[in-house]
């Protein structure tokens, strides 16, 4: 067995994803998975750090210390339960959070002290990702497309793979063409923090609340006027664009009810992702949904709607739970920066050339 760990902590700042994988042989096999919800005081912490504010650089050094060690007892409490000690597993794969993501200012910004997790885990740390890219002249995301391409390219012709996280990209995979990607605006991180707001619930269970009111067409069209929707990739995006500063601008004027809202903001993620695909991979045949959003009924009923020639689905119809995709492909990028394999694609962030990604903190 090869074991590795990735650690996924997303946009939506929910929590962390653990997912132990076995990865030989060109294969990867998902053995085991954990996950440990943000405690709301670091949640709070992180979600700061997303925009400009005084004693940055204390701040953030004490929030990824908090955010190690919780990801050090995640590791911990699922190889507890695996009956493994820290010597079965060869590497961590940590994204660590994102805290500023600003390709054309050329930075992105992940924090996670994954020195001190090595120290704390007892295991060989990868982290650092997206930078290398960066350099190299690309946005730095998104990243799990090498890694979709890398599963699913047998499987059918004309396939896409959809991320709902906070914010949503595509994978576009077809026959004798590099996979391409990009991301394609807000998923969940509106609709969140919208529901949070009024409702004071941390999301909008199975899209229930959004059912219950009607798109407002004068908002979605004021949104879709965002430039980020009608530039063309590489293309990445984070809270620096879309946040709820952002939405109280598109509402000034207007008298939207709550829900109303809501129904808005989830029209305006399955509208950005149908439109993208229909101009990048018109064929499509298979749109392989993974993320939070893949349990979104009425998010995925809305994406069906709009793509009435392609079969809508989660990764789980395809033996990948959506839950743990990106975790997954975080173990693999691990993988990959060890064996020094390319794990970029320059067709989806714009990079130079292929590179490896990925800094090592040795145990």
């Known amino acids: 067995m090869a074991l590795y760990i990735g650690v996924m902590s997303g946009t939506s700042l929910d929590g962390l994803d653990f997912a132990l994988v076995d990865q030989q042989s060109g294969h990867l096999q998902l053995v085991a998975s954990h996950y440990l919800p943000m405690p709301g005081e670091l949640r709070a912490q992180l979600l700061a750090l997303c925009a400009p ?28 339960r695996e009956q493994l000690n820290p010597s079965h597993v060869r590497a961590i794969g940590s994204h660590g959070q994102t805290v500023r993501h600003e390709p054309a200012r050329g930075f992105t910004v992940q924090i996670g002290n994954p020195a001190l997790l090595a120290e704390l885990a007892g295991i060989d740390v990868v982290a650092d990702f997206r930078r290398r890219d960066v350099a190299a ?5 998104p990243l799990a497309p090498a890694f979709h391409d890398w599963l699913f390219r047998e499987a059918a012709a004309h396939v896409a793979v959809l991320n ?12 004798g063409e590099p996979v391409r990607g990009f991301d394609c605006g807000p998923g969940n991180v509106l609709m969140d923090a919208w529901v949070q707001r009024h409702q004071g619930t941390p999301f909008d269970r199975d899209g ?15 949104c879709l006027s965002a430039p980020f929707f009608t530039s063309t990739g590489p293309k990445s995006t984070g809270r620096e664009l879309f946040n709820l500063p952002w ?20 029209e305006l993620t399955a509208h950005s992702v149908t439109q993208a695909l229909a101009q990048a991979q018109a064929q499509t045949e298979h749109l392989l949904v993974c993320g939070g959003g893949a349990h979104n009924s009425a998010l995925m009923q809305r994406l069906q709607q709009g793509l009435p020639a392609t079969q809508v689905a989660s990764t789980a119809d395809w033996g990948v739970d959506p839950d743990w995709m990106e975790a997954m492909a975080f173990a693999w990028l691990a993988h990959c920066c060890l064996e ?4 970029n694609r320059p067709t989806v962030t714009g990079a130079q ?6 800094a090592l903190y040795p145990a």
């Not at 709902?164 to 026959?175: A, Q, R, Y």
């Not at 939405?247 to 989830?266: F, I, R, Y």
């Open 353 to 358: 050339g292929l590179r490896v990604l990925g």
């Open 208 to 222: 229930q609340w959004a059912a219950s009111g009607q798109v407002h067409p004068a908002l979605l069209a004021r």
């Open 53 to 80: 504010g005084d004693d940055e650089i204390a701040r953030a050094a004490l929030a990824e210390n908090a955010w190690a060690r919780l990801a050090a007892q995640g590791i911990n409490e699922l190889l507890a």
């Open 247 to 266: 939405l109280e601008q598109q509402l000034a004027g207007l008298n939207v009810t709550p829900a109303d809202v809501q129904a808005t903001l989830l």
């Open 340 to 343: 020094r394999l390319a794990g």
């Open 164 to 175: 709902v996280g906070g914010f949503t990209n595509l994978s576009l995979i077809d026959d």
């Open 137 to 141: 002249g690309g946005q730095g995301a």
